[in-house]
């Protein structure tokens, strides 16, 4: 039996970020293992013209819950969605609702953050810190509350290059950095911005850093943990390999390469890929809820669920994998064929990027405009271009976390846990979870279906041909051009088709003396 799964039943949960990519899987996994758990609340909110119950009602009864149905089938019963906005102070949640949570939480898992690189700084600090700081506060108030789980990330501290399970400071309080952004206008912070995140390369990672310090410095008598993952990818095992549904990470990239829009990066092909599958996360985090609660650690444990120090991959690997995968499976309507040119020299990724990406680009939109159509396909690659240069940063570094209390965890858990809540990166065969990441995005997130794989495959067999007549026109055109312009050309083609003629008059002569 598993003590974890045990120790979650009967329990009243509350989720933060349950609509998002981690707390879907984390929701599953809850309800798959202790289906006798009491209730989840999830803070919500209306987004995309869905109410709340609209867009628990779509998680439900996506493909990721079709296992749980069938072990908790009043899975909607146990679920409650709760109106919340993190941006507002008191979280927009009404009273009765509030009361309920107050009275009943027993455990937290705070997921919601914003993780956009480029989020305005007023925004990041309001997601990432102040809703946490008012989560905390609310937390200290939960007469039932038995852990509270605080999910950060690995790169809270990237502007160091080895990184420990401890919480590093930043050079402004949090609080002071709460306060000036009620008085402080949109301008000024733009302003200060640079300065006040210093090296590292977003606010995204700034803000997360702040909110690992208000999480000590608000900690009070609650017990807290922290779980900070790397770059957190589809899911490895649990339910189905390779589920995913969003582009961040290398998701996003995996389908601007398939689709041939991004032929070369920028990236240092022997860097760690730091990637971690998502359900590795999530059983971590629930081991740790366990834990947390039941063996009371007298500090708060900070746990780096990063996969470089005990099973490294590099991105050159990962991208020959993806490329191969793409050959076994290619996506469909490819813009052209994929390719994955690695550079770790700016120069040449400059070059790549006129030459791979903005010329054909051009050209397309040429030939748009030429058959009556709207061009658009500079400014999708304009897009592109722009993600792709603020994710660099974290492809041509590598980082290394220490790992002591995630392996103190693993060697506190009984073997049936082990199994149960697998967080043994080391067990992970790289080649085989990438083709799943690949198969996971065409099937998961372009909805492609596997039956177009022989129509894919001959599209880019045109798009070969088309390459290769493209190619040797562009050549006899330049050609042409150069022999009209320069006596030197002329001199070099005259030679050229000299030496050929000779060539094939010797091999002519002797089968004419045998006739
Ligand atoms: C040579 C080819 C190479 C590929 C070969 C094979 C690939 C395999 C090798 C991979 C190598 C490179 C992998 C790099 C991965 C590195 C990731 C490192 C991240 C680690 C950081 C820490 C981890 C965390 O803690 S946080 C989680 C990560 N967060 C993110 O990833 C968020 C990143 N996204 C953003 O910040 C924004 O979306 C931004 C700023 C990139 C774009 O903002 P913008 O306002 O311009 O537009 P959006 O409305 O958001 O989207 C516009 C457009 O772009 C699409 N899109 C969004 N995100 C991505 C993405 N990550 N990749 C690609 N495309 C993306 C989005 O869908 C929109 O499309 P439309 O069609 O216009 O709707
Ligand atoms: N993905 C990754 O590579 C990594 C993620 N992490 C961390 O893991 C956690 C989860 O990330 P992930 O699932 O990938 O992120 P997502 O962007 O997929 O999910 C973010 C969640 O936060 C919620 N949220 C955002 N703003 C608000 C708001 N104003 N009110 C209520 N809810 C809000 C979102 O709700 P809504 O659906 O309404 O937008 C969504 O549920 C984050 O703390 C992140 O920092 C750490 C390392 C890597």
Redesign the pocket.
């Known amino acids: 039996m598993s003590m974890i799964a045990a120790f979650y039943s009967g329990k009243s949960i509350l989720i933060t970020g349950a609509t998002g990519f981690m707390g879907k899987v984390l929701m599953e996994k809850l309800f798959r293992t202790s289906p006798d758990l009491k209730v989840i609340y999830i803070l919500v909110r209306p987004k995309a013209g869905q109410t709340t119950q609209q867009r628990v009602f779509q998680i439900l009864n996506s493909q990721l819950f079709q296992k749980v149905k069938e072990v908790c089938p009043n899975v909607h019963e146990k679920i409650r969605a709760i109106y919340a906005d993190l941006n507002h102070n008191d979280f927009a949640i009404s009273k009765e609702d509030m009361q309920e949570l107050l009275s009943c939480t027993n455990i937290i898992f705070h997921c919601a953050a914003t993780?956009?690189?480029?989020d305005h700084l007023r925004h990041a600090v309001q997601l990432n810190v102040t809703a946490t700081q008012q989560l905390l506060l609310m937390a200290s108030q939960m007469p039932k509350l038995e852990a509270f789980i605080h999910i950060s990330?690995a790169?809270s501290n990237c502007n160091l290059k080895h990184i420990d399970e401890v919480i590093y400071p930043c050079p402004v309080e949090p609080k002071k950095i709460i306060d000036s952004m009620e008085w402080l206008d949109d301008a000024i912070i733009d302003e200060i911005t640079p300065k006040l995140i210093g090296d590292r390369p977003n606010t995204?990672t700034y803000t997360k850093a702040l909110g690992e310090m208000v999480v000590q410095q608000e900690s009070g008598n609650l017990n807290i943990a922290i779980i900070r993952p790397s770059?957190v990818g589809a899911t490895w095992q649990e339910p189905f390999p390779g589920w995913v549904d969003n582009?961040?990470?290398?998701s996003?990239?995996?389908i601007?390469?398939g689709k041939g829009f991004?032929?070369?990066?920028r990236?240092t092909p022997m860097a760690v890929a730091d990637l971690i599958p998502v359900d590795t996360v999530v059983n971590l985090t629930l081991a740790v809820g366990w834990y947390t609660a039941v063996h009371r650690p007298k500090s708060t444990l900070i746990y780096h669920c990063t996969s470089g120090n005990l099973n490294p991959c590099n991105?050159g690997k990962?991208?020959f994998q993806?490329l191969a995968t793409f050959e076994k499976a290619p996506f469909e309507k490819a813009f052209r064929r994929p390719n994955?040119?690695?550079t770790s020299n700016l120069i040449t990724s400059q070059y790549w990027n006129a030459v791979s990406h903005r010329a054909p680009a051009i050209i397309y939109d040429f030939y748009l405009r030429l058959t009556g159509r709207k061009p658009r396909m500079t400014k999708v690659m304009n897009?592109?271009l722009?993600?792709v240069s603020?994710?660099e940063y974290?492809?041509n570094r590598s980082w290394e976390w220490s790992t002591y209390n995630t392996e103190m965890l693993m060697s506190e858990l009984s073997p049936e846990d082990q199994r149960v809540f697998n967080f043994d990166v080391r067990q992970l065969n790289w080649l085989e979870y990438i083709e799943n990441y690949v198969l996971g995005v065409k099937k998961y997130l372009l909805k492609e279906d596997m039956a177009g794989i022989p129509e894919a495959k001959q599209h880019l067999k045109r798009l070969r041909n088309i390459h290769y007549l493209f190619n040797t026109a562009l050549f006899l055109i330049a050609w042409r051009l150069l022999i009209a312009r320069s006596q030197m050309a002329r001199n070099v083609w005259f030679f050229i088709v000299s030496f050929c003629y000779k060539f094939l008059s010797y091999f002519r002569a002797p089968s004419t003396l045998k006739v």
Do not use: E, K
């Open positions: 993780v956009r690189f480029d990330t790169f995204y770059i582009l961040n990470g290398p996003g990239l995996i601007a390469a991004l032929r070369s990066i990236a991105w990962m991208g993806v994955a040119d690695f897009r592109l722009r993600t603020m994710l974290f492809v």
